[in-house]
């Protein structure tokens, strides 16, 4: 089963440069991980919010390239440095959410508000 993320992150403005460097590095790690299809991140126009975005050839790939960064030192802490909570979206495809919609687990970031689209 293929899955998805977007996450969506606001940096406060004294903090947005190393921000994108934290989320930088978060790329660099995860990209070339086993079952990573693809991963990157994106800025707004107006620079108020980080993007980032992801896909994985299954729950399992999609943790053990957190696992992998995490081991790597990669900061994926929420805290002052971001104006207001992370906004993350699980994404699976429509057939899956219709067979399993509860059986998605968490491992992108436990101790934020996720939503599974």
Known sequence: MKVGMVAIH????GDRQEFIARVQRAVDVM????GCLSVDFWVTAAGDEVVSTGQWESE?????SFA???AAGVDFDYDERESRPRQILRLVSPEEQRSQP???????????PQRTV
């Open 10 to 13: 606001y940096p406060r403005l």
């Open 31 to 34: 990209r070339p991980t086993a």
């Open 60 to 64: 399992t790939a999609l943790a053990a």
């Open 68 to 70: 992998t960064a995490r």
């Open 102 to 112: 509860d059986e998605l687990s968490s491992v992108t970031a436990p101790h934020q």
